[in-house]
Each structure stands twice: as structure tokens, then as C-alpha cells.
């Protein structure tokens, strides 16, 4: 049951209505005061949680660099924040968001390496979604003069998840094979082009039927996702693939770790199957993680696998491993500027316009990464129902259907590509 | 309690009485016939069941190397084969015995490579403990001209198990820590070597105590087994380690994977907990597999942690990992000529001492490997009781208690150095 595309086009025209003289021009002149946008979940739950809201700016700290925010990255992982199916969310209302790319505007004391002017690309913990965002500057790389803000902000997260998956805990080398979900999305999108930097490696991927066409020559194999994935590979790869990279988790586990030649790894690194398109969120959470089938150690010793997670956001923000992070990064620049790597943009959007982003993801309608561009316009909308008066707290989406990659509501969606 | 101790002397004495005429040099005459000496596991269960006895010769197959054994390795694993607490076990009467070494005697057809009079050493799937042995050629390996027989047999499964753990499955680099339990055991010894040829690894070795005088200069920092280990590696690191070779299992599986560092490695290659001095084996094994914590993969995702497991035997035997093992023997004689590394060898001992061989190993009196030496003559024992009647398949294991570590037990028993 999908229940969050109801009432959208509604939703964000109240918004704007209610955000009015919120749009680029005046921006520039909040900007100059303590004042700027931002998008802001006000509790957990559906669309309806979200506002773009006036706030105050964020006080640039030691050690931290300000950026002025050109384009902000959207990934799955928002939407499991709005629904509260992460661990220990912090409290809202928040500013979501985790990754941005900018100009920066000033840099705190003992903050070293940066200039005010510098194009720059940058992980938050949380607080991207917003005008202007303050971080540590340990959290921010310069960005290649030839990269745009919107790559920029599609690149930190997906690339270096996936580069870290592959190569720090799969050891991906020569003549491996990989298997990956969501293909389409992101990470996928990433991980297939790194596959590329290593010899004779083979991308086993599963997408969504519609994207197939798109993304066909991203992989080495293409399947459906609503068709039995383990038999097809079986079929080209009798033994097994050497890395299977899981964002679903649920029953995919259990057909991971089966599809997983000897010392192979299968590395769970999301849990999108959680999102249920309800927003009983908690109650969905702890449910989800019970059904999670617990693997016993022994199995593994049996089998000769490895069983892996993989969280970035907790890398950065629970373990500390920003180093890592910035070697990594290093690297993936140079695979930029060798024109190896390229992030995929899906579309961008104006902040206004998160509520129908979110639910392209949501419906994994997307090609890539979807991208909050800060000086981009809503699309407009005709002027109907200026009556709705839901409040924050309550669950309004309704029943109505909408199909999983639906086309109109594809098509009323901006593309840059 | 250990119930396995007791009356172990009489029961060798008992075995050689029944085996009056097979000594090394009757041997000799057998071998040329077609009968051998073998070590024989009546059924599953306590010492007792176990005999020297002749056997028919395995006669050669295609693709076979037949190898006049010098010398056997003994493992934990041969005990947990007697118990039948592995998976999936032969059917006894079996001879036990995983790896040789000897000369090759014969080359059967389609067979490349080897040479009548070469000096092997070898892997078998089971039927290692005899005088003879027949194994397919890509399980065989050319000795090194300046390595023992005992080294070699020794070398092959403790080397090439701690290789493809380090640098396969946890892709240990410089800088890394490494915590191993059984830091005096054949594979232990073999890590901590491992680990001197990457710059600046740190190992935390666990071991008894009785040992820690002899192994202490093998490892970084050596602890008790019976203290609170996790404590005093806090202590010095206090964010954990990056690897943990773990052969115990049990409560060691959890505690392992909370000493992980973020993306570090936890690998279970053994079960030796489950090894309880009982022999209700099958029942012990299946309480085991039940009692081991299994582990939600979301957790993983959450701390950022690897678990794997890791059987050589089912990697050669099962999963067909042949190739693999042959490469890494390849960089491991480089190694071994380098100097750099040297099968640590506990001591040696007759076919028809395997029993106390075993009860050592259990005990875990061993600093390294054990080795059956083929032309070693039992050490005489008084002549006391010969009306021992016991018959195979009955428990007549005292309850008489044996300490481990027991000083008496050590002193009466050959060492090599």
C-alpha cells in the first residue's frame, strides 16, 4: 500500500502559498540578515511533515567552515529519516539533509584549508537542507573546477559509500563479480561505474522493469526486479557472485548470502524495505528489525562468507572516521578528473518541491540522484484547493493509489537529462 | 570436566599389545605389499576410539599422487572429527588426518607435475594418519629442499588458514591490530608470523597462562585466557581492533564483534567450545549450533562491522577452492625461503601415541603443531595392566580429573624443542 502520493501537487502549493516572497530573489536579501530557508520536519511521519520554514542561520563554530548552499542531496535515507525508521533519529523538528555543495562563505577559527570563495562539496549531520549550513571543516573537499554544484552534491554520499563497500570491505579485484539492488539509483549508479576502474570485473544488476532502457549498459546484466533474481544469476554464474551490496535488507539477506560464492561478502548498506509507505514508524521499525532474519555464525563458517554492514552516515558521525573518508575522496577525484567516474543527476528541484522528490524516490522513479537545488523555482502549479488545513501532527495522505514509476506523475517532474 | 585423561596410558600400552609386529620396521616389508599402518576411528566418540591397524593400500586414481608418508599434522579439528562435532562427517571406521607430507611414491595418469622420490607435503580429505596416502595432484605441494618433513606437515593447513584470513578475507595493511585466541596454537603461531610481514601490526594474543613465557616475544600484547580479556585490550586500544580471529566460538563470537573498530573484521574459523570432553557428540554439536548467538545483519549495519567465517577444509574439499590455495602456498614458500616465516612445532609423536597426541592438544598443553611422526617409535611404557577389555563402542573414560596444563602429563611427553 502506497499511501504518500495523495494530495501532493496541494500540499506544495500550500507551502508556497504560506512561504510567500520565500522565493530566489528575496533569498539573496535574507540571506544577508540572520534569516534563510530551509526545509524542515516538523515530526515523523508522511509528507505532510514537511515545510519549507523560515529559520534562523547556524553560528559558525571553531574548526567549522559556512557554506553558502547551492544544491543538497536527496537520498533514501531522508525519507527513512521523516519516518523515524532510523536509529536514534534526533528530536524534531530538524533540518534534514546530509550532503551539500556551495561557496564558502566564511571559516570559524582554527579552521585551516579553505578560503572564502572556495567551491566546495561537504557532509552535514543533518542541517543540509537549508540556505546556508555550517559544518566541520574535516567534512568538506574542494570541489574539481570542472564539476558542477548539482554533481557535486550527488557525489560525496553515493561514491564514497560505494567506494569504501567495494574496496574496503569487499577487496573488489580483478575477475570479481558483483551483484547490486537498485542499480538504477545512486549508489548502484556508482558502484557500476567503479566496477569499470577494475578489470574484467562483472555488475550484476537489479532495477525496476521502466529504467531498464536507461541504465542497460551501466551493467553487464540487467534484471527485473520483480522476477526471481537468484535463478537468473545461478543461470550466467552457477557458483555464485563474489559481492553482493544489499540496500533492502528483509528477504534479500537470506538470498544474498545464498547467491554468495565461497568468501564472498554480502554487505547490507540500507534498509529500504523498511519504508512501508505507512507512517507508524516506530512500530514499523521495531517490527522490521525483528523479521530480520539473525544469521548464525556458524553458517558462515560453514559456508566460508562474510557477512558485512555498512552505514557512511555512522562512519562519519558515530565513528569518527573522517580521515578514511577524505583518503577515499581523494581518490575518487582523481577517477573524476580522469573522467573514470560521473555522478548520474535524476533531476533537480527547488526546495518547495521536496514533498514530490521524496515521493519519486520513494517509488524509485529515479535514474540517479535526485538534487534540492537552493536557486531553483517551483514548477508551477494551477491554482485550486487553498482550503487545506491539515496540521503537522495528523496523517492525511489518502488511499488513493499511486503506481510504483507512474508516468504522468513522472512527467509533470523536471529533468535535466 | 574432563573426562578424557584417564587411563590413556593403559590403553596405549593396550594398542601396541594388539598391534605386536607393527613397528617401523615391520612397516617397511608391509608397505611393500599392500597392506599400511593407519590410525583408525572405530566410531565417534572418546579416545578409546581409536586404533592402529592395517588396512589395504588406497589404490591410485587418475589425477592422483600417491606419497609415502614421513609425517602427519595433528589439529583441533581431528578431535572435533572423532566427536563428530563437524558437519557432516564420514561414516566411521575412518582413518583420520587432513595433511601430509612424504615422499611421492607414484603418479597416477593425467597426473603433471610431480616426480617419483619428490618430497611433498599435502592436503587429504581425511586418510592423512596412514603410511600411505593417495590425493588428487592439486592438492599437492614440493617441499622446499631445506624443510623438515615434521615442518611440512606442519606448514599446509595452519599457513595457508592464517594467510587467507589476514590477507583474503580481513585484508590486513599496515597499521592494522590483530587479535588471535589460541595465540600459542599451530594457526596463532602462524598469524603472528603472518603479521611481521606487514609493517606495524599490533597482535593481541590470547593464550594460557603456562604458555605465556614461551610465545610472549610471538605477539604485540599476551593475555590470560581466563581474565577479562576485552578489558585489558580497552585498556590499550581503546577503540578496539581491526581483525579477530576467533577459533572458540561461543560467548567469544559476541565479545569479538563488540571489539571490533569500526569496518573491522571478526572471523570465526573454528568451534574448539564446542569440544565439551563428552562424548555425546552429536547432541553437544546441535546444543552448540543452537546456544551460538546468531547475529541481526542490521546491527552490523549500524556499528560497521564485518563477520565472517572461515573453514580451509570446506574451502578445499567442498567449495573446490583448489587454485586459490595453490596461489597462496606459492607466496608462502616465498615467504618461508624469505626466513620470514616457520612452522612452530610442538612435538612429535608415534601413530600409536595419537591418543595422547590428542588428549594434548585438548588440553591445549601444545605451543604449536603436534605431528605424527610415521618412523618414530612409541616411548616404551611399563607393562602393567593387559586384561583391558573395553570394547569401542562404550565409554569407559574415568572421571579422574586432569588439569589442564597438568605438569606430570607435559613432562612425560617428547618434545622436539
Known amino acids: 500500500?502506497?499511501?504518500?502520493?495523495?494530495?501532493?501537487?496541494?500540499?506544495?502549493?500550500?507551502?508556497?502559498?504560506?512561504?510567500?516572497?520565500?522565493?530566489?530573489?528575496?533569498?539573496?536579501?535574507?540571506?544577508?540578515g540572520k534569516e534563510m530557508r530551509a526545509v524542515m520536519l516538523a515530526g515523523f511521519g508522511g509528507l505532510n511533515k514537511l515545510r519549507v520554514t523560515k529559520k534562523v542561520m547556524p553560528e559558525l563554530q571553531d574548526g567549522e567552515v559556512k557554506i553558502r548552499v547551492k544544491a543538497c542531496g536527496l537520498n533514501f535515507l531522508d525519507l527513512m529519516v521523516r519516518q523515524g525508521t532510523i536509529d536514534n533519529p534526533p528530536k524534531p523538528p530538524?533540518?534534514?539533509?546530509?550532503?551539500?555543495?556551495?561557496?564558502?562563505?566564511?571559516?570559524?577559527?582554527?579552521?585551516?584549508?579553505?578560503?572564502?570563495?572556495?567551491?566546495?562539496?561537504?557532509?552535514?549531520?543533518?542541517?543540509?537542507?537549508?540556505?546556508?549550513?555550517?559544518?566541520?571543516?574535516?567534512?568538506?573537499?574542494?570541489?574539481?573546477?570542472?564539476?558542477?554544484?548539482?554533481?557535486?552534491?550527488?557525489?560525496?554520499?553515493?561514491?564514497?559509500?560505494?567506494?569504501?563497500?567495494?574496496?574496503e570491505v569487499a577487496n573488489l579485484r580483478e575477475g570479481m563479480s558483483v551483484l547490486v539492488h537498485s542499480a538504477g539509483g545512486a549508489v548502484g549508479q556508482a558502484v557500476a561505474q567503479l566496477c569499470?576502474?577494475?578489470?574484467?570485473v562483472t555488475v550484476f544488476g537489479i532495477a525496476s522493469c521502466f529504467k531498464q532502457a536507461a541504465i542497460r549498459d551501466s551493467v553487464t546484466h540487467l534484471f527485473d526486479r520483480n522476477i526471481d533474481y537468484m535463478q537468473e544469476v545461478k543461470k550466467i554464474s552457477p557458483e555464485g557472485v563474489d559481492v553482493v551490496l544489499d540496500c533492502l535488507c528483509g528477504e534479500n539477506t537470506g538470498k544474498g548470502l545464498t547467491l554468495l560464492k565461497p568468501l564472498g561478502t554480502y554487505i547490507l548498506y540500507g534498509a529500504s524495505n523498511m519504508v512501508t509507505g505507512e507512517t507508524k514508524s516506530f512500530f514499523s521499525f521495531a517490527k522490521s528489525w525483528w523479521q530480520?532474519?539473525?544469521?548464525?555464525?556458524i553458517k558462515l563458517y560453514e559456508e566460508n562468507k562474510v557477512m558485512a554492514g555498512f552505514s557512511l552516515l555512522n562512519l562519519l558521525f558515530k565513528h569518527g572516521k573522517c580521515s578514511l573518508v577524505r583518503s577515499v575522496m581523494d581518490k575518487l577525484l582523481c577517477l573524476y578528473e580522469e573522467k573514470k567516474i560521473k555522478p548520474?543527476?535524476?533531476?533537480?528541484?527547488?526546495?518547495?518541491e521536496v514533498k514530490e522528490a521524496m515521493q519519486r524516490i520513494h517509488d524509485r522513479g529515479n535514474i540517479g540522484k535526485l538534487i534540492l537545488d537552493i536557486e531553483k523555482s517551483p514548477t508551477p502549479l494551477m491554482a485550486s484547493d487553498s482550503t487545506e488545513t491539515s496540521e503537522a501532527g495528523e496523517e492525511e495522505e489518502e488511499e488513493e493509489e499511486e503506481p510504483e514509476g507512474d508516468n504522468d506523475s513522472k512527467e509533470r517532474m523536471p529533468f535535466i537529462h
Open 196 to 200: 569499470t576502474t577494475v578489470p574484467n
Open 94 to 167: 530538524l533540518v534534514p539533509g546530509f550532503e551539500c555543495s556551495g561557496i564558502v562563505e566564511s571559516v570559524g577559527k582554527n579552521t585551516t584549508g579553505f578560503e572564502i570563495g572556495d567551491r566546495v562539496m561537504a557532509f552535514v549531520n543533518y542541517n543540509a537542507w537549508a540556505e546556508v549550513v555550517c559544518t566541520p571543516a574535516e567534512l568538506v573537499y574542494k570541489m574539481p573546477d570542472e564539476m558542477t554544484f548539482a554533481e557535486a552534491a550527488a557525489f560525496c554520499l553515493n561514491f564514497v559509500a560505494a567506494y569504501l563497500m567495494l574496496f
Open 1 to 32: 500500500m502506497d499511501k504518500e502520493g495523495a494530495g501532493m501537487a496541494e500540499e506544495t502549493e500550500c507551502m508556497i502559498d504560506k512561504n510567500v516572497g520565500m522565493d530566489a530573489e528575496n533569498v539573496e536579501s535574507s540571506g544577508n
Open 344 to 352: 548520474v543527476v535524476d533531476s533537480l528541484w527547488a526546495l518547495e
Open 292 to 297: 530480520v532474519e539473525k544469521v548464525n555464525p
